[in-house]
Structures are given as structure tokens and as C-alpha cells.
């Protein structure tokens, strides 16, 4: 039996969030610093994947207040066909005022 080949598809864009995104929770004072803090932000794709591609996430810009170490960390979740959540957190007493990154998915 033969079937037709999918080719491969690629996107990629650049988001940011911070300050301004409703919901942001990261430059608020701490209280507890041996508890983490995590904000999710949405991605959508431009046009859906036939099936979850491959998603590769990189951190190109932040801003933290200077008093504190600069902890951060953006991951990739929950990825599906139509898009995926990074994951961006910090700890102890590291305020963050913004994220940017930059993603890259590969699939058919």
C-alpha cells in the first residue's frame, strides 16, 4: 500500500509578555521566595499542524529588577496540532518585568 508523502512544514515567530499582558504576576512583590511563580502564555499557530510538531522555544530578551539575581526560565507545554503554552518562571525574590522569545515548530 502507498501513500503520499506530507511534507514538512516550519513556523516560527517572536512574543513577548510582561507588565502590560492582563494577568502578568512576575514583577509582583514577594512574599514567600521559596515558592516558584509561573505565568503561561498562549501560542497559536498561524495554521495548524496535521499532527503536534516539534517545538523549539529560546529566550531572546528579559527584563528584571536590578536589585536581584536574574532567574528565569521559559519551557515549552502542552503542545498540539493548533499551538502551544510556554512556561515562563522565576523564584526567590527576582522580580521580572518582561520576556521575550522566539519559537521555532517543525512538522508535517
Known amino acids: 500500500m502507498y501513500s503520499a508523502p506530507i511534507p514538512w512544514k516550519m513556523l516560527s515567530a ?3 509578555a510582561g507588565v502590560l499582558t492582563p494577568a502578568w504576576n512576575l514583577a509582583d512583590p514577594v512574599t514567600l521566595p521559596e515558592e516558584g511563580r509561573f505565568f503561561v502564555v498562549d501560542v497559536v499557530f498561524a495554521s ?3 499532527s503536534a510538531p516539534v517545538v523549539h522555544l529560546g529566550l531572546t530578551g528579559f527584563d528584571v529588577d536590578q536589585h536581584d539575581s536574574a532567574r528565569l526560565t521559559v519551557k515549552v507545554g502542552q503542545i498540539t496540532e493548533s499551538g502551544f503554552q510556554a512556561l515562563i518562571s522565576t523564584w526567590s ?3 521580572v518585568y518582561a520576556v521575550e522569545f522566539s519559537w521555532l515548530a ?3
Do not use: L, N
Request: glycine share 16%; net charge positive.
Open 93 to 95: 525574590t527576582t522580580r
Open 48 to 50: 495548524p499542524f496535521a
Open 14 to 16: 517572536t512574543h513577548g
Open 106 to 108: 517543525i512538522g508535517a
